[in-house]
């Protein structure tokens, strides 16, 4: 599961904190969560950011860059910040079979995040050909509405109970 931390949330004195005890009180395990933030974060105060999300990996998180390549975020964050996983921005992976700029990008970045180590994430996957094209250059995950469409919180969970019976059944 992932979380979206707001730019100001990461301004907060106690946002470790707050962070370290909600896990605590649900109970959340290292490598449950990821803490997913845009590049916007970066911008102001790289050291003060670094050193949190250093704190959010050694509380068992996962940290991931969202909407990557929509923002002003320089390369060099990939090689100084401790993220394990990159969201590849929607207007990248739209029509990906059909657009060859967006094919290069993509491909791009695939290549570049794998040599890192970095996990990717494509969201905005939509269509089987998008998927497609994505599996092929060997993207690690996608979302999107091909898999999943916005539910009410009811009929989220209510999906979400019948996919842990299916898992329980293997």
């Keep these: 599961m992932s979380v979206n931390f707001s730019p100001i949330q990461f301004y ?33 105060d790289t ?5 949190q999300l250093e704190q959010l990996r050694e509380l068992g998180l996962d940290v991931a860059i969202d909407d990557f390549g929509s923002g002003f975020a320089s390369l060099r ?18 029509n990906i079979n059909e657009n060859e700029q967006n094919a290069a990008i993509t491909r791009g970045i695939l290549k570049m995040v ?9 969201e905005g996957v939509e269509t089987e050909a998008e998927f497609a094209f994505l599996a092929e250059q060997g993207c690690d995950y996608m979302q999107g509405y091909l898999f999943c469409r916005p ?5 989220l969970l209510e999906w979400a ?10």
């Design 151 to 155: 539910k009410p919180l009811d009929e």
């Design 47 to 51: 050291q003060r950011i670094t050193e």
């Design 161 to 170: 109970e019948r996919q842990q019976s299916l898992e329980n059944e293997f």
């Design 12 to 44: 907060r004195d106690d946002f470790i904190e707050k962070v370290k005890s909600t896990l605590k009180r649900y109970e959340i395990q290292p490598g449950e969560l990821t803490a997913e933030i845009t590049e916007n974060v970066l911008v102001h």
């Design 77 to 94: 964050y990939l090689n100084s910040l401790p993220v394990n996983k990159l969201k590849i921005d929607r207007s990248f992976t739209e």
């Design 114 to 122: 794998k040599d890192l180590r970095i996990q990717v994430v494509a």
